[in-house]
C-alpha cells in the first residue's frame, strides 16, 4: 500500500516554474531523499505535500486519500509530520515541556498521557537526559533534535525533514541518521529527506529524487544516481565525474 503519492505536481509563481510534472510515491516506512541544487524546487515541493503550499496543477494522496485541498494540520494528523529548515521551539521552556506540547497539540484518542508521550519519544532520540534544561541552553544540534521530537510526539507515519544536518558536526549527522534508522525499523516511519549533505543522503535513501530547475532529472538508488550524466551536469556542469561530488 502506498502511503505517500504526489502526481503530477506543477507549481507556478507568477512567470517562474518552480516545480513541473513531479511524481513521487513513497511506501511505509521507505526513506527517499530529494536533492538537486539551489531553487530546484525542493523545499516547494515539501511544502505542497504537507499543504502549506497548493499546487497550480497535480495530487497529492496519503493512504489511499486525495489530501491536496486538506489543510496542514489535518495532514498533521493523519500522520504527515515534517520539520522546517528554520524551526521554531519556545526556548525558555524546558525540553520535556516543548516535546509536550507538540504531544498535546497532536493527540488522538487512544494515546498515553502527553508527558508519557513525550518522554519515550526523548528517550529513544537519546535526549532524556535534558528533559528539565531549558531548550534555550542547549547546542544547535540539541535544538534540532529537539525539534525533530516535537514532530515525533504527533506520531507520523511520514517524516519529512528540510535540510535537518544543516548546523551539525559530524558526529551529530552520524546521530541522526542512526535515530532515524531505528524510527524507520522498529516503528516503519517513512522518511522524505531533503538534505545537501551527500554524505547523510547517501547513506540514508534507499531511493533519490532529484529536481532541477523544478524538473526531476533522475530517480534512482544512490548508486544509479551518484553515476547519472545529467545529475553531475546540474551539480557541476559539464566534464565532471562522480569522484567531484
Ligand atoms: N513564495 C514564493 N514566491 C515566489 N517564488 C518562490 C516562492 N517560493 C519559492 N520560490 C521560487 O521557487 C524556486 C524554488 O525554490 P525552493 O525554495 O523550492 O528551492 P530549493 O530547492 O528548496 O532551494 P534551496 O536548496 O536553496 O533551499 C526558486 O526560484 C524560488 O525563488
Ligand atoms: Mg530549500
Do not use: W
Request: with cysteine; charged share 20%.
Amino acid at each position: 500500500m502506498k502511503l505517500l503519492q504526489a502526481c503530477g505536481v506543477t507549481k507556478v509563481y507568477g512567470g517562474l516554474q518552480a516545480l513541473t510534472d513531479v511524481d513521487l510515491t513513497v511506501m511505509p516506512g521507505e526513506s527517499v531523499a530529494v536533492i538537486g541544487p539551489n531553487g530546484a524546487g525542493k523545499s516547494t515541493f515539501l511544502n505542497v505535500l504537507t499543504g502549506l503550499t497548493p499546487p497550480t496543477t497535480g495530487r497529492v494522496l496519503f493512504d489511499g486519500t486525495d489530501v491536496t485541498k486538506l489543510a496542514t494540520h489535518k495532514r498533521v494528523r493523519l500522520g504527515i509530520g515534517r520539520t522546517f529548515q528554520h524551526g521554531r521551539l519556545f526556548s525558555r521552556m524546558s525540553v520535556l515541556e516543548n516535546v509536550m506540547t507538540a504531544a498535546e497539540t497532536c493527540r488522538r484518542g487512544g494515546d498515553g498521557a502527553p508527558r508519557e508521550t513525550a518522554m519515550r519519544v526523548l528517550e529513544r532520540m537519546g535526549l532524556a537526559a535534558q528533559a528539565a534544561e531549558a531548550v534555550g541552553s542547549l547546542s544547535y544540534g540539541q535544538r534540532r533534535m529537539v525539534e525533530m521530537c516535537r514532530v515525533l510526539a504527533g506520531k507520523p507515519r511520514v517524516l519529512l525533514l528540510d535540510e535537518p544536518a544543516a548546523g551539525l558536526n559530524s558526529g551529530e549527522v552520524e546521530q541522526l541518521v542512526e535515530r532515524l534508522a531505528a524510527l524507520r525499523e522498529e516503528h516503519s516511519v517513512a522518511v522524505v529527506l531533503i538534505e545537501h549533505n551527500m554524505g547523510m543522503v547517501m547513506r540514508f535513501a534507499e531511493r533519490i529524487l532529484v529536481l532541477n530547475f523544478g524538473s526531476t532529472i533522475a530517480e534512482g538508488t544512490p548508486e544509479e544516481i551518484q553515476s547519472d550524466p545529467a545529475v553531475l551536469t546540474a551539480y557541476l556542469g559539464e566534464g565532471y565525474s562522480h569522484a567531484d561530488l
